[in-house]
């Protein structure tokens, strides 16, 4: 079994949200066959869906991982639930953390639990900026690079957060 390289979008607008963005990396990284190659810098965001929360802080990370995208769907959800997150059906909702497999290798999957690569992905500054940041030269899955789909997505409200360390 090889490794793929896998993006993920990490998102949260409850508690202590740059922590537990630190903390999911962590998780990842200790996951079987797993390793942590990249995280992008944090972003805050303007909240999808209802308003009346909080402002999110958003990252996009790089594993390369030996997991099959289920076994690794499976992971995450775990990963969400030990830090909190409650599925309690609302769509977009405030959660503690948010973990979605953008893309895994060059796979497409498209399952009732998964959709890859994610098919927000196109209007959402909040994942490809960050996905930018670490992956600049990327080509998307239509065959268009990365900074095509970035310049056609709205900036509004997206900000870079400084990084203390």
Request: glycine share 8%.
């Amino acid at each position: 079994m090889h490794n793929e390289h896998v993006y993920i979008g990490i998102g949260s607008n409850l508690g202590e949200s740059q922590q537990q963005i630190s903390l999911a990396c962590e998780a990842m990284s200790a996951l079987p066959n797993t390793r942590l190659l990249n995280t992008s810098s944090l972003y805050c965001s303007k909240p999808m869906g209802p308003q009346n929360q909080p402002d999110y802080i958003n990252a996009v990370c790089l594993i390369e991982t030996g997991l099959t995208p289920h076994e690794l769907l499976t992971a995450l959800q775990q990963i969400e639930q030990d830090n909190g997150r409650t599925r309690d059906g609302e769509r977009w909702g405030a959660r503690t953390l948010d973990l979605d497999i953008l893309l895994y290798g060059s796979e497409t999957i498209d399952t009732t639990d998964l959709t890859v690569p994610h098919c927000g992905m196109p209007e959402r500054e909040f994942v490809l900026v960050p996905l930018f940041e670490i992956a600049p030269m990327m080509i998307m899955p239509d065959g268009k690079p990365i900074s095509h789909w970035v310049a056609n997505c709205s900036l509004d409200g997206l900000k870079r957060l400084s990084t203390s360390n």
